[in-house]
């Protein structure tokens, strides 16, 4: 019988083809089947379909010109331009192909298979074992560069070829029989077996790609990493990192995740070069632990570590492990809070990197306690209102160790008034001190109450593309005089740096030990302009006053005398560039403090420079910090990028410095990436000469 394709004659020959199986006791899965022309022979008892042939059921789908389904044996055979899409998306093209009812292969030829994550296997024959649930390809092709239309055989970058590969469906990989790596069809590397995992994982034990580098402190090196994935949430990297001039460095970096924790280790171990001051270089045992841990229970307590220790203090910048620190602390630490109260405490200690900080002078924090609280969750407040609580107890070497006490309260309400916009506030502090945080040895209790007034009014203009914003701001704070600060001994109030975005501050002063006073005035205004097309331009100018100098305060830190430096900033962003400039000159128009950043971007290019400068600020033997640093980035095309970068030192240098260059050039498509660096880095840490590094990275895709 022979009918042509139409909708009614497919459903009424569907149904029949569902009577005669049912008749058959066929149980397979139900399929649905489409074609220019579909017949059956009552003599081979099969049926025959052919043109733009299609058969889905719910794992898979099938096209090709012609097929038969044999109805006794429950195959189909499938011929000319076959196509067969997976649930898991992979793709397979084959010329020929035997399936089961189900559609899944037995022996199909010639076959190419794109696979779910875009990389390609081809092979002259695959044959499926139902059993042991697994595919046998032979004289095999895979790579994941792209081919047919796009590209000629000769122009794929790599390709892996083996007389065998084996489709180990159950434990996920792809297992190859003598292989070799093919580069632009030229064999580079030949092993008897080899393996990688199937698209279907997401991640699976096995080896990362190699790198291979060179510098003038280790020599050659070759770094190997190897992945261990324990679970889904838990795995293990460790990096055998083997130089010419100091060895091996092992590097393993653990990391679990669960609902309630998550944790991450990471170490490392070598017996590498020390350099000591007058005496020989010589090896040593070197090394560092990094451990982060932080578990969050029901009651919504958050528990942790999070602890950074090193050998001694250039290890860390000499194999390239540090994150810039000069300073590593071991915390130990547990919170509980939420927007209206929160409680923590902390156990901190510290390690220097620098011989800037002098050991004996490193606190150990044993504990800091704090508590806050506030009255948001108070519908019916008339006035906000907050409380902390904090205990702090410090020790050193030096047997300088504080306990104290510290008590603040805020209060404050908004107003509106005739356009303005008003705010008053008032803080009390009460501080105790033990004797031996204070100059002359005696306990010392301070009370610290300060009033404030803050007033804004802003000016708004608006037209259809854009809107104009001044906004006069005035902020005065009237408090006593504080005597009690030569009396303390300031551990947590660091050095001030005035600029623009600490000007409108109740308190500089970092911690609690230092505390501003007398009768204060912060004053300046802001200016915003916003076009409709996403530029904008604003800019802020300001300055503080004090009825008496704050002898406290360094001079270099703008505020030199009763009134302060004038600092302000300039910015503007739009699709292509966004600039800052944030500076502070005195009232002779000195300028003592210049930081410039600019970003831009075109299509292929894109620049970025930043440049900073203060006055009387040492940097190595100049009076003066001076730097910049830029960089551009150029991409020649959809592959290729080149990237420079430079960091000088400008200060007291007739001749500008270079600190450190980077030069590198990459080239990264869907299969390949390939990297070239050089670095030179002056930046003379301890025990660590300018380093030049010139490496060489290849990444393959795939696998």
Sequence with gaps: MLMKDNTIFKLMLFLAILLISARSAYTAEKFFLSADSISKNEENNTIKAEGNVNITNNQYKLKANEITYYLKEKRVFAKGNVIIIEKNKNVIYATEAELSSDLKSNFIKNIGVLLSDNSRL???????????????????????????????????????????????????????????????????????????????????????????????????????PIFFNFSNTSNLTTKA??????????????????????????????????????????????????????????????????????????????????????????????????????????????????????????????????????????????????????????????????????????????????????????????????????????ALIKFFPQLGLETLYPLISYSKKSSFLIEPKVQIFISPDDYYNNKIRNEDSLELDLNSSNLFNYNRYSGNDRKESGIRLNYGVLFKKTNSNNQSLSSSLGQTYNNNKQELFNKNSGFKNKRSEIVGNVIFTDASYNLSYDYRFSENFNLNRNNFNVQTKSKNLGLNLSYIQLKDFASAENSDTEQINYSFNYHINKSWNFRFYQLRDLAGAKYSLPLRTNVSIQFSNECTALQFNYTRDRSYNVDIPAVTNLSFNIKLFGF
């Design 122 to 224: 081809a092979a002259s024959s695959a044959r499926s074992i139902k059993e042991s649930d697994k595919t046998i390809y032979s004289n095999v092709v895979f790579t994941k560069c792209k081919s047919c239309k796009e590209r000629t055989d000769k122009s794929i970058m790599w390709k892996l070829k083996a007389k065998k590969a084996i489709h180990l469906k159950k434990n996920k990989i792809i297992l190859y029989e003598n292989v070799f790596l093919e580069a632009f069809n030229i064999p580079i590397l030949y092993v008897p077996i080899f393996y990688h995992p199937d698209p279907s994982v997401k991640s699976k034990t096995g080896l990362l790609t190699p790198k291979i580098s060179s510098t003038n402190t280790f020599g050659t090196v070759y770094e190997q």
């Design 241 to 442: 990192k083997l130089s010419s001039k100091e060895g091996l460095l092992i590097i393993n970096d653990h990391n679990s995740i669960s609902d309630n924790s998550n944790f991450k280790l990471k170490y490392s171990l070598t017996e590498g070069t020390k350099i000591r001051i007058n005496e020989p270089s010589k090896k040593e045992i070197r090394g560092h632990l990094d451990l982060k841990y932080i578990y969050r229970d029901i009651g919504n307590w958050v528990y942790g570590l999070n602890i950074k220790k090193s050998s001694d203090k250039s290890y860390l910048s000499k194999y390239d492990l540090s994150e810039g620190e000069s300073l590593l602390n071991q915390n130990i630490f547990t919170e509980w809070g939420n927007l209206y109260k929160k409680a923590s405490f902390d156990l901190i200690k510290f390690q220097s990197l620098s011989d800037e900080y002098l050991v004996s002078n490193l606190p150990f924090i044993r504990p800091s306690i704090s508590f806050e609280s506030n009255n948001l969750n108070n519908k019916q407040r008339n006035r906000n209102s907050s409380i902390k609580i904090s205990f702090n107890s410090i020790s050193r070497k030096n047997n300088k160790d504080v306990d104290s006490i510290h008590l603040q309260t805020t209060n404050n309400k908004s107003y509106i008034y005739n356009g303005f916009l008003i705010k008053d506030f008032n803080i009390f502090n009460i501080d105790a001190y033990n004797k031996n945080g204070t100059s002359n040895n005696k």
